[in-house]
């Protein structure tokens, strides 16, 4: 889904910022024929990226090393509920964007994995979620469109814990359940395409 929401745009020049191992940014660049650049805080996940051909450089969306106006478009995938402070991570990639470019920003509805979310007693909001983005984008960019996407997936018993435990550094949670059975979990990921 924000895959095609870059790919509509007919890119030329595309920056990912938080990259992680480079598997959207490989995507753009192949399907789309644009120029990508990926930054990440992770060296080793900036080495993975660049073992995929792209251009990759250790950075901080709140500090971005180009140039006004650089790119067409920009990709935060599940990454901008990390920004320590998100309001100069959003002015940054407004000021790298040129004149009508795009923020593709993904981020999840609190819905998101309720049910494993629930089983660990994770509750309040994150920082960029489906239900508080809308507005903080707007105070960056003059438009800003949210495309929802709904689901459920099935986690068998063992697959749910390793989720559970691959979220330790955004849930604060006391211990992870035992599991004894396949749970139906909600999936509720959210597009915002905000243009400068």
Known sequence: MHREAVAEVAPRRVLEVGCGR?????????ETGAEVVAVDQSERMVELTSARGVEAHVGDVEDLPFENGSFDCV????MLYHVADLDRGLTEI???LRPSGRLVAVTNSKRHCQELKALVGVTGQSAFSAEN??????????EVERRDAEGYAVFEPDEAIAYIEAMENLWRREAV?????PIRVTKAPV??????
């Open 177 to 181: 359940p035992a599991i004894d059975e």
């Open 191 to 196: 597009v915002f395409v905000a243009t400068k």
């Open 75 to 78: 990709v935060a995938a599940w």
């Open 94 to 96: 407004a000021r790298v």
């Open 22 to 30: 480079g598997e959207t940014a490989e995507w753009i660049a192949r």
């Open 133 to 142: 983005g809308e507005e903080i984008l707007r105070r960056h960019f003059s």
